[in-house]
């Protein structure tokens, strides 16, 4: 079956930073998205990565490994406006996005 | 670009009554829409994949009779919750490709801001 697993929570502090991972399991894989989504709003893309490798885009960057179906999400600099979930989501053979549970990430000052 | 706006953002309604909300891509043509659901503190759960000018298809346990869905243009797709209940309490939301890549990579989703429905 198809499958996304991502910690349900972590908690950083401000100014300091963050991996969250992702591994998955798809029938065929057409990329790897980020989305970051705050309480009662819709998510927001982040990142998409289809090759292996880092992909950096400010303080945020995205790494994919797909021989170990394995991604992370960087986050540095953490900010208090960071606080959001965090959902990891692949694209399977059809084009279908599979999603994961979401990573709550709480930042303490 | 790549704006998705719906509409209403949120809505109250009695037990039985029908809603509908409205999804729009506002600088692109989306020949592609999705709808989901997402209970607090859960992920996005797919409901249906709606494609302009035919009917869509909806995921494994979704009723297509009680969530009626209608994408009559490039720009515009509608759910319909008929006969709410209290347990369509939901946030529903749209999404759209925008088969033009644009800010990001062509396979991306972009969401509308949310609706929120309570059922009384």
């Known amino acids: 079956g198809q499958n996304i697993d991502q910690p349900t929570e972590m908690t950083a502090t401000e100014g300091a930073i963050v991996q969250i991972n992702c591994t998955y399991q798809?029938?065929?894989?057409?990329?790897l998205f980020w989305y970051q989504q705050h309480a009662g709003e819709a998510p927001t893309f982040l990142s998409y990565?289809?090759l292996d490798g880092l992909e950096e885009k400010g303080r945020f960057s995205s790494f994919l490994s797909r021989s170990k179906g394995y991604s992370y999400l960087l986050l540095k600099e953490l900010q208090m406006k960071d606080s959001a979930s965090y959902l990891c989501?692949?694209?399977?053979?059809?084009?279908?996005?599979?999603w994961g549970a979401g990573t709550k990430l709480i930042i303490k000052p | 670009g790549a704006v998705v706006s719906q509409h209403p953002s949120r809505v109250i309604c009695k037990s039985g009554t029908s809603v509908k909300i409205e999804c729009r891509s506002l600088d692109f043509q989306a020949t592609t829409m999705f709808w989901y659901r997402q209970f607090p503190k859960q992920s996005l759960m797919l409901m249906a994949t709606?494609?302009?000018?035919?009917?869509?298809?909806?995921e494994q346990g979704v009723e297509k009779d009680k969530f009626l869905i209608n994408h009559a243009s490039l720009t515009l797709s509608t759910l319909t919750v008929t006969s709410a209940h209290p347990e369509d309490s939901s946030f529903y939301i749209c999404?759209?490709?925008?088969?033009?890549?644009?800010?990001?990579?062509?396979?991306?989703?972009?969401f509308g801001p949310g609706t929120r429905l309570l059922v009384l």
């Open positions: 798809t029938s065929g894989f057409n990329g």
């Open positions: 999404s759209a490709r925008d088969p033009v890549r644009t800010a990001g990579p062509q396979e991306t989703q972009y």
């Open positions: 989501a692949a694209m399977d053979s059809n084009y279908q996005l599979i």
């Open positions: 990565n289809v």
């Open positions: 709606s494609n302009e000018g035919s009917k869509a298809t909806y």
